[in-house]
């Protein structure tokens, strides 16, 4: 399966964000059903607030209806910047069918709720364990 090498990328855009003191440094891939990358982003990567999953969402102008998102950390479910975009409902409106992440939010700023929210909304969600250490390790001035 080609979920370890997709998630592997995430793993890797995430160490390229800026870092922040009051947000996590994520990295997303977003894969079509044909196993091509659609789009990519990382945390700030075009703006100063702009989350991964977000940032790959802006550049994905196709159908993401059969689509894979692989992201380093649970996508966010609350988010003070933009309350009304929080990247599990960004991935809900797109009708992305499964997630694939490898590090559960830690409570550090807020309750996650992402993975409960993905799957009551019938996404998918696959957690690669294995990864979560890269993942974590790309925020260790926040833990
Ligand atoms: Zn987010």
């Known amino acids: 399966m080609d979920d370890e090498r ?6 890797e855009l995430a160490h390229r964000s800026p870092r922040s003191s009051s947000a996590f440094a994520v ?8 196993g091509v990358e659609i789009a990519r982003g990382w945390s700030r990567d075009v703006d100063p607030m702009v989350h991964a999953e ?3 969402l802006l550049r994905a102008n196709v ?10 950390l649970e996508p966010c479910s609350k988010r003070s910047s933009r309350p009304d975009a929080t990247c ?4 809900i409106a797109a009708g992305i069918p499964r997630v694939v992440l490898a590090w559960r939010e830690p409570d ?12 009551a909304a019938g996404v998918e969600v696959v957690e690669l364990p294995a990864f979560a250490e890269r993942a974590r390790a790309a925020n260790a001035h926040l833990l």
């Open 6 to 11: 997709w998630m592997s990328r995430a793993v």
């Open 108 to 119: 550090l700023f807020v309750t996650c709720e992402g993975v409960a929210l993905l799957t």
């Open 54 to 56: 977000e940032s790959a």
């Open 63 to 72: 159908d993401l209806r059969q689509a894979t998102l692989y992201s380093s």
């Open 27 to 34: 990295g997303a891939v977003i894969v079509g059903p044909d």
């Open 88 to 91: 599990t409902s960004l991935i």
